[in-house]
């Protein structure tokens, strides 16, 4: 074998060497990750099932120029059950207070499948027994909960008519489990988004149980 013979070796096998590398390289590319939500962007789009096996997107919503309300829910939870309680019932009360300006009210629990929060007869029964009557949305695999990044229940977004996100955090400034603030988020960012004005207050920290991803 004369010495062009062995170059022109060389060269095939290294070209052959740097065309794996980069097929290995391509394999082994990690997947782009759906955006998190972010105040002031369009809220990241999702379908979700509820507690009667009815599926519900999000944008079908927002294409009808509905401000929607998301709700990060637990039934076992102390800081939502006095939210529920019949002395208090914010979370009925503003709903009904709305019902009438294109509101919708979603609750999504996001625990884990073998989480008993996650209980598809215990969530039907506290339903009823809270007298909730807008959807329970299940997320037992974590995805819509993590996307929004919700660690809490409850734990609260409202969503304009446009599609974006517009206010994260608590329902109110009462952080302990006995009774609600007197300052409520959600109603007073309600509020002024339906009067056409900049939430005042687009964030706050979020008090409550851990969801159980």
Not at 108 to 116: E, G, L, P, V
């Amino acid at each position: 074998m004369n010495t062009r013979t062995r170059l022109v070796g060389v060269l095939a096998l290294i070209g052959l060497g740097i065309a794996m590398l980069g097929a290995g390289n391509v394999a082994q590319a990690p997947k782009a990750q759906a955006p998190k939500a972010q105040i002031g962007q369009p809220a990241p789009d999702f379908t979700l099932t509820d507690l009667d096996g009815n599926e519900h997107t999000l944008s079908q919503y927002s294409a009808k120029g509905q401000i929607v309300v998301l709700e990060w829910f637990s039934p076992l939870c102390p800081f939502v059950k006095k939210h529920y309680r019949e002395d208090t019932g914010t979370m009925l009360a503003i709903e009904q207070d709305f019902k009438d300006e294109s509101v919708v009210w979603l609750r999504i629990n996001s625990s884990r499948a073998s989480h008993r929060a996650a209980d598809l007869d215990l969530n039907k029964q506290t339903a009823e027994k809270w007298s909730i009557t807008s959807p329970i949305l299940l997320d037992p695999q974590g995805t819509i909960g993590r996307t929004y990044k919700a660690k809490r229940t409850p734990e609260m977004y409202i969503i304009d008519a446009q599609g974006v996100l517009v206010y994260h955090g608590a329902i109110d400034n009462r952080s302990d489990a006995q009774s609600p603030g007197e300052i409520n988020y959600v109603r007073n960012g309600l509020d002024e988004l339906i009067a056409g004005k900049e939430l005042s207050k687009p964030t706050t920290k979020a008090y409550g149980c851990t969801i159980k991803y």
